[in-house]
């Protein structure tokens, strides 16, 4: 596997953000109570990104977006590779200890690269 490759394929970097779309909205959902469906925005994935040391892996010259798009990436190929679980995901991104969801997405990417690395 060679990661530089993975933070950069747009396949699942789309896969990725359906993945990570589902997984917050079933987590909200499982938080308080009530079905809730949303969108991770660029920001938060970007702000997570660069937490979790990903950013250092992408090229220098890219904008949020692409940054985003890495993390989902990531994710993307670590539940298709079997490296990470749904649930682990949900469980990630629920810690109620931590309100502040780019955090916890941080921490998901985070267990994403020390799997991709073992």
Same mark, same amino acid.
């Given at each position: 596997?060679? @990661? ?10 789309? &896969? ?5 779309? &589902?997984?917050?909205?079933?987590? @909200?959902?499982?938080?308080? =109570? ?15 990104? %660069?937490?979790? =040391? ?23 190929? #670590? &539940? ?8 682990? %995901? %949900? #469980?990630?991104?629920?810690? %109620?200890?931590?309100?502040?969801? #780019?955090?916890? &997405? ?6 994403? @690269? ?5």
């Amino acid at each position: 596997m060679n @990661l530089a490759r993975v933070l950069v394929n747009k396949g699942l970097a789309q &896969f990725g953000d359906s993945l990570l779309n &589902f997984a917050y909205s079933k987590a @909200l959902t499982e938080t308080t =109570g009530k079905p809730m469906g949303t969108k991770v925005a660029d920001k938060v994935l970007a702000e997570a990104a %660069v937490k979790s =040391g990903l950013r250092k892996l992408l090229p220098r010259r890219v904008g949020r977006g692409e940054v985003a798009n890495g993390l989902e990436a990531l994710l993307g190929y #670590s &539940f298709l590779e079997k490296r990470i679980s749904l649930d682990e %995901v %949900v #469980s990630c991104l629920k810690d %109620v200890t931590n309100m502040i969801p #780019s955090e916890n &997405f941080a921490r998901l990417a985070e267990l994403a @690269l020390a799997r991709s690395r073992e």
